[in-house]
Nanobody, 123 residues
Framework: QVQLVESGGGLVQAGDSLRLSCAAS????????MGWFRQAPGKEREFVAA????????SYANFVKGRFTLSRDNAKNTMYLQMNSLKPEDTAVYYC????????????????WGQGTQVTVSS
């Protein structure tokens, strides 16, 4: 069993940066691929980024490429999403997820989900 807790969200202005964290409980964190999704009001949840269990493979949605960077520290059971050059359209609740492979995480076939953290970007 893995429990995921997101943090780091907040209210920022366009062009600012935020770093989201996803802390995981359980000894098996390092065996799971991880990812971030987001859901804006009135919209469906969408994929943002994912990372393999080792951190060697990453995948990003086109709309965040060059602005967001995903990393993980297996020693700390934590995944990070560095978000730069934020835009108002990045406003959403951001969720982290864990699954057996990066492919499953990207396809939303994750085993575990966090409760989400709100990111609001003002113009």
């Amino acid at each position: 069993q893995v429990q995921l807790v997101e943090s780091g969200g907040g209210l920022v202005q366009a062009g600012d940066s935020l770093r989201l964290s996803c802390a995981a409980s359980g000894r098996t964190f390092s065996t799971y691929a991880m990812g971030w999704f987001r859901q804006a009001p009135g919209k469906e949840r969408e994929f943002v980024a994912a990372i393999s269990w080792s951190g060697g493979d990453t995948s990003y949605a086109n709309f965040v490429k060059g602005r967001f960077t995903l990393s993980r520290d297996n020693a700390k059971n934590t995944m990070y999403l560095q978000m730069n050059s934020l835009k108002p359209e990045d406003t959403a609740v951001y969720y982290c997820a864990a699954g057996p492979t990066i492919v499953k995480v990207i396809s939303t076939d994750a085993n575990y989900w966090g409760q989400g953290t709100q990111v609001t970007v003002s113009s």
